[in-house]
Each structure stands twice: as structure tokens, then as C-alpha cells.
């Protein structure tokens, strides 16, 4: 219980920063210029366009803009988004990372690519950017100068600790923020890739945040399915679902695991794994 409180303090505990020029630091040799304007979920589009919806689905709050000029034609932008909470902005933001990527350790979690830096930190998601060449370690000083100034606890979210780690795919980890599995009920739940000399499967982390909260979305899911009454007071439920195949489903305490893509031998060793884990 008292790990349960701990990630609900961190949750909603960890302060935002108001003021847009206050997150956005000094670069030494450079000149700031913070933008005007604040945008928010009513102007989003006018500013990504197309892009929009997806960072709404993860309960977009605010979008604050500067750039960062030399006087030598060299151009830094910086977008950070602020989300509601570090499973929102954690979420856009593994719908936006590779796990190929070279990842890095600013924030809680980030990578580097042809002229970008990106990380999260607590609600917000920071994305740098440059047109120029050879302007990688600026991007990543920029990059930490700002992760220091925005003061978050620079922790990813709990519900990843949960996932067993043998034969996880490095950062394929993913956050679905509605509709999972293509079911409204199921809201929104955790994802992460495995790999074996078997092959390939998925094991998802339902977390509504209650146990009655779990209970309901279980008992929609069975009765969607027609699964019999008679065989609802089962510690795991193979699950036969028409639009997703086998799943196998074991609700704990405040969780659901689920097990998608695994033959059967593998799924039960990955089960085992699971209740060892919770127990």
C-alpha cells in the first residue's frame, strides 16, 4: 500500500511550472525568444496541425515555444508539452520513440536523432529540434539545462516496474490512452513487446486505479465475450476474442496482465512469472 501512495503523491504532487519564461533557460552565446503565445487543446492545430489529435487523446493541457538564435544563421526550437500527468505525456511520447533509437538519460527517459533531442519530465514532454548540422551536443546541453530548470522527480511511470523483464524488448514499452484492444471499456492500459526463440508477443498492464474499477472492466469484457458465469470465479481466463485472438487474462489486486501473441507454453511460463511477481 505504501508503494501504491508513494506513485499517487509523485503523480499529482509534482510541481508545474507556470510561467513559460521560466522554463526555458539561459544558453550561454545565445539569444532567447520565447513565444507569445501559449497554446492549449482550442489551437493546438494551428500550430501541428494534423498532429493535433494525438496529443489530445493524452490529455493535452498547454504547449509553450521558444527558439534559440546565434546570429550566425543557427536556429534551436523548443516545443514542451505539458500533459495532465507523467502517463500522458510518457504515452505521446512512446507513441513518437523507436526502440532503435539512441536513447539517453535526460528526464526520466529520451533519445537523440539527426538533429533532435527529446525526453520527458514529470507531465511535459520537450522536444528540440535544429535545421543545422553538427549541433548535436548543443541539443543535449540545451536539453539538460532545461530538464533542470522544469524541476520534476524525473521517474516514468510505476505501472513499468510491473512488466516482467525477461525477454523484454528494451523501450518497446507504450502507453494506450483509450479504447484498448478496440473496446471503450477497457479505457487505456500499458504495452510491452517480448521476444524469445519461440517468437514474438505482448503483455499488456491494465491499471484503472482501483480494484473495483478492475472489476468492472473484467466483468464487460467477459460478458461482451459471453463468457459462461459459471466459470467467472477463475484465477486465469483463457480468452478467445474474435477481434484479437488468445488472451490470457489474470486480474491482480489493482491490475489486470494480459498475454496476447504467446503459444501456450510460453504463455503459462509467462503467467508463472507474473503471480511469482505479485505475490
Known amino acids: 500500500m505504501m508503494t ?19 522554463m526555458f533557460p539561459i544558453l550561454d552565446g545565445w539569444e532567447l525568444k ?4 501559449v497554446y492549449t487543446a482550442d489551437n493546438l492545430w494551428d500550430i501541428i496541425n494534423g498532429a493535433a489529435d494525438s496529443y489530445l487523446a493524452y490529455d493535452f493541457q498547454r504547449l509553450y515555444t521558444a ?13 514542451i508539452y505539458e500533459h495532465s500527468n507523467i502517463k500522458n505525456s510518457f ?14 538519460t535526460i528526464g526520466a527517459q529520451g533519445f537523440n536523432g539527426t538533429h ?37 522527480e524525473s521517474q516514468l511511470p510505476r505501472e513499468l516496474s510491473l512488466f516482467p523483464e525477461k525477454d523484454k524488448v528494451p523501450f518497446s514499452e ?11 471499456f477497457m479505457h487505456s492500459a500499458f504495452v510491452a513487446d517480448y521476444k524469445t526463440a519461440e517468437g514474438s508477443f505482448k503483455i499488456f498492464i491494465i491499471s484503472p486505479g482501483t ?7 473484467l466483468k464487460k469484457y467477459l460478458d461482451f465475450l459471453k463468457f459462461p458465469q459459471e466459470k467467472r470465479d477463475q484465477d486465469v481466463y483463457m480468452i478467445e476474442d474474435p477481434y484479437n485472438g488468445p488472451v490470457a487474462l489474470y486480474p491482480a489486486q489493482q491490475h489486470i496482465y494480459g498475454i496476447m501473441g ?13 503471480i511469482k511477481q505479485m505475490e
Not at 91 to 104: C, L
Open 262 to 274: 504467446a503459444d501456450e507454453t510460453t504463455r503459462n511460463r509467462y503467467l508463472s512469472l507474473i
Open 4 to 22: 501504491v501512495a508513494l506513485g499517487l503523491f509523485l503523480l499529482f504532487s509534482a510541481p508545474v511550472v507556470d510561467d513559460a519564461n521560466e
Open 67 to 79: 527558439e534559440y538564435l546565434d546570429g550566425q544563421d543557427h536556429q534551436i526550437r523548443v516545443y
Open 211 to 217: 480494484e473495483q474499477e478492475n472489476q468492472d472492466i
Open 174 to 184: 507504450k502507453f494506450i490512452s483509450n479504447n484498448f484492444l478496440g473496446y471503450d
Open 91 to 104: 504515452g505521446i511520447y512512446s507513441q513518437e520513440r523507436n526502440a532503435d533509437y539512441e536513447f539517453n
Open 116 to 152: 533532435v533531442s527529446y525526453f520527458i519530465d514529470g507531465p511535459y514532454y520537450v522536444q528540440i529540434s535544429t535545421h543545422n548540422d553538427d549541433m548535436q551536443q548543443v541539443l543535449e546541453k540545451l536539453a539538460i539545462l532545461i530538464d533542470q530548470q522544469l524541476h520534476q
Open 34 to 37: 520565447v513565444g507569445d503565445q
